[in-house]
């Protein structure tokens, strides 16, 4: 785990969810409770703090005048007053797309097929750099603040 | 006229398990690529499929019902080659706007024509479909013969299906059913 565990006691699950569920529920053309539930599954497990670390590694090179103790500092700045504001939507790209087939997988709502894909070399690479892009997206949620 | 390739005849299909078709593949057809007219989402309901509380996957036999009831029901007026083809076509753009789709279908401009042909076995696994025996028999540069063992697809709307893929591979396609049997049907492929 490269980031330091204070993102994760700012990031919390139901944190990153919030920015996430807009699109999350538009992609899916989910009623936001149900997308809630949903994604909140997803991220019970390994998925959370992969996309924290993506996410860290998208704010440090963002940020290069801020040491980590400031990048934190600007998170907390950004989520005092209202944690869960819901993120933006964004459109579903591929790497989206990618990201939010894992999260299907890890919530229990995607078919074997879709693990088959998922898992293929070319699966892996793609979810991979979904990931990349979700966390970059979650960065600039994050650090949104003054 | 039966296929060809001695040793596609020789293989058994594996048919024991009924295979499951992902919702995603009903997305791709049915809510992406066709908007269903009334009747059409009704007897869609009928058959099982609902699109806004699908299954994960459901019975290869639900699928072929709701493309039969899609045949009658969206292109009643077409031929049976015509309508299938069209609604193969719709399968492949609807699919590639599903999550699973986009990751799949943003390789194929890179990949170009032959890559997907010889994917063919992997799209179709993707389609909850792995069981399917392809065989590719090089004619040319630009040409391929494919044997496909797959008895629950017309050959007309897999080959509209994979018209769609080439042309997103930046091909320009034109697909004939060479050859159908009991087990399956061989195209001809060109691009």
């Known amino acids: 785990m490269a980031f330091p565990p204070r993102l994760a006691h700012l990031a919390t699950r139901p944190v990153v969810v919030a920015k996430l569920v807009p699109t999350y529920s538009r992609a899916h053309q989910l009623d936001e409770e149900e997308a809630v539930q949903r994604l909140s599954h997803a991220l019970q497990g390994r998925l959370l703090p992969s996309l924290l670390d993506e996410a860290w590694t998208a704010m440090q090179g963002k940020s290069k005048r801020l040491d980590d103790e400031g990048l934190l500092e600007k998170v907390a700045t950004t989520l005092r007053d209202r944690p869960q504001r819901p993120g933006r939507v964004v459109e579903v790209t591929a790497g989206w797309s990618a990201f939010l087939v894992l999260a299907d997988l890890e919530a229990g709502t995607a078919s074997e097929a879709a693990r088959r894909v998922m898992e293929s070399p070319e699966g892996r690479q793609r979810a991979q750099a979904g990931l990349a892009e979700v966390g970059r997206f979650l960065a600039t949620e994050l650090t949104r603040g003054r | ?191």
């Open chain 2, 1 to 191: 006229m039966s296929m060809e390739s001695p040793s596609l005849q020789a293989r058994t299909p594996l048919y024991l398990a009924q295979p499951r078709i992902p919702s995603c593949v009903f997305e791709g057809l049915f809510v992406r690529g066709l908007e269903p007219n009334a009747p059409l989402a009704k007897a869609l309901a009928t058959e099982g499929y609902a699109p806004r509380c699908p299954d994960v996957d459901y019975p290869v036999q639900v699928w072929k019902r709701c493309v039969s009831q899609a045949r009658y029901l969206a292109y009643g007026e077409l031929s049976d080659s015509e309508a299938y083809r069209i609604l193969g076509r719709k399968l492949t753009e609807g699919f590639a706007n599903t999550l699973l789709g986009r990751v799949a279908a943003v390789g194929l401009p890179m990949i170009g024509p032959a890559r997907v042909v010889e994917r063919l076995p992997r799209y179709m696994a993707m389609m909850g479909r792995p069981e399917v025996q392809v065989q590719s028999l090089s004619m040319g540069e630009r040409v391929r013969r494919v044997s496909i063992l797959d008895i629950y697809n017309p050959p007309e709307f897999i080959a509209g299906a994979l018209e769609v893929a080439l042309e997103y591979a930046r091909a320009q396609p034109i697909i004939h059913v060479d050859d159908r049997s009991p087990d399956g049907f061989r195209l001809l492929v060109r691009w």
